[in-house]
């Protein structure tokens, strides 16, 4: 005989009683174990471990993808009651099952189901339509993101991520590295790119490519993924294009605006990059700690959280360190806590040592570096020249080195990076 069902119910108004009665029948194998008022109580007994189903109303206050996702951290599955409400918003924020109303025949099925769910954690996917509207767009192979990670410093994470995202965006047309793909893939074209500032240390991509820094960006589509709201048209309208192909989502606009981008949101906006463009790029904070489960013995925001969000839903991470001795030592202990990062990092990764020149590591920087790098850390670098003078004119000038300085050095190692890349992880079909 089945284990009774214990069901803790958050429902208003006076459907509460039908969903009361009907869970608690004879028969029934549901029980409800406590009636709850609003979501702090709701919480506090999931978090009890006083229900393994919990029945909330639609307008429960306070009810978003970080909350359904606390529940569900505390081994607690969701059905929510719309009532004439929104459906997709529900099935948005990651709920189990959806009824339509407190007297909906499905509920004893649909709660006796859904404490059957092995996994809570299991994300759901966002249902994007076409930005016109209506029917939904046919499935198509969904694009790759890549994360750009790297330790303290100044190695120049946020200068690779814009680069590269421009090389895969194709602009300048990929002078370096194309010829032999020519040859290769004689039909392949470059693909769109989103470039994504997931940095809540120091953001600073629209300034890098001289946007208004007050522009909402990830933040806004964050708080539209938390609401369920978020949309393919909403998440293209937040993400202007800047050139080409090239699509950017900027930044918080100061550190202290953190805890607008949880971890919860970010997957969902990242899930969603995957339809708008075929190449997502994120530039990541460079701290992978999870401090909070060592200061708080209850639940608090993560800081982090945006940045190993981003490290867990990547397809392949590139890890900067600068080329000097600081940038090596950093970036041989910085590999090391990638290994220990308390999410699953891809396997799939290049390491890419920047600003390489003779005058901080001596005669044949390249080989110095590498050797270095495969002695301490068992990986062989990606070496990025040191050029100076084209990043400072491209920084002036708020474009990236393809626009710019498109036969400069840097220009060319990064090209031939994002060849790299996609041979790492298999160039997507452009959109």
Same mark, same amino acid.
Do not use: K
């Given at each position: ?19 009361v009665l009907a869970l608690g029948a004879p028969g029934a194998g549901t029980s ?148 032999? /793909? ?25 300034? /890098? ?64 990059? /995957? ?91 390249? /080989? ?64």
């Amino acid at each position: 005989m089945p284990a009774e069902v214990t069901v803790l119910c958050a429902v208003s108004g006076p459907g509460e009683t039908d969903v009361v009665l009907a869970l608690g029948a004879p028969g029934a194998g549901t029980s409800v174990t406590r009636r709850c008022g609003d979501l702090a109580e709701l919480l506090a007994a999931a978090a009890a471990g006083a229900g393994t189903v919990a029945v909330v109303s639609a307008d429960l206050p306070g009810l978003d993808r970080e909350a359904v996702g606390r529940l569900h951290g505390a081994g607690t599955r969701v059905v929510a009651i719309a009532d004439d409400g929104p459906v997709d918003r529900l099935r948005a924020l990651g709920v189990e099952a959806v009824l339509e109303g407190a007297a909906d025949p499905r509920l004893l099925d649909a709660v006796r189901d859904t404490a059957r769910v092995e996994d809570p954690l299991a994300t759901h996917e966002l249902d994007l339509s076409a930005l016109s509207g209506g029917a939904p767009a046919a499935p198509a192979r969904p694009g790759t993101v890549v994360a750009v990670w790297g330790p303290v410093g100044a190695p120049g994470r946020t200068t690779t991520a814009v680069e590269l995202a421009a090389e895969l965006a194709g602009l300048g047309g990929h002078r370096a590295g194309r010829r032999r /793909r020519r040859q290769e893939t004689p039909d392949r074209q470059d693909g769109s790119a989103l470039l994504v500032d997931a940095d809540t240390y120091g953001s600073c991509i629209a300034s /890098r490519l001289g946007l208004l820094d007050d522009a909402p960006g990830l933040a806004a589509v964050a708080r539209a993924a938390g609401h369920g709201t978020l949309d393919l048209a909403a998440l293209a309208r937040h993400a202007p294009v800047v050139a080409g192909r090239l699509r950017v989502l900027t930044g918080i606009t100061r550190a202290a605006r953190w805890p607008e981008l949880p971890a919860s949101a970010l997957e969902v906006v990242l899930e969603g990059a /995957r339809s708008l463009a075929d190449w997502t790029v994120v530039d990541c904070g460079p701290l992978v700690e999870a401090d909070e489960l060592l200061m708080y013995d209850t639940h608090a925001p993560q800081r982090n959280g945006a940045t190993l969000a981003a490290l867990q839903a990547a397809d392949v991470v590139v890890i900067v360190g600068a080329a000097d001795p600081i940038g090596i030592q950093r970036l041989v202990r910085g590999l090391e806590e990638l290994a220990e990062a308390p999410v699953p990092v891809p396997a799939t990764r290049v390491v890419v040592a920047n600003r390489v020149r003779s005058s901080a590591v001596g005669p044949d920087p390249v /080989r110095a570096v590498s050797e270095a790098l495969v002695r301490y850390a068992g990986v062989e670098p990606h070496p990025v020249p040191d050029d100076g003078d084209a990043l400072d004119a491209a920084l002036l000038a708020g474009r990236t080195l393809a626009e710019h300085a498109p036969s400069s050095a840097a220009r060319r190692a990064f090209a031939e990076l994002a060849v790299l890349v996609r041979d790492r992880v298999g160039a997507p079909v452009p959109a």
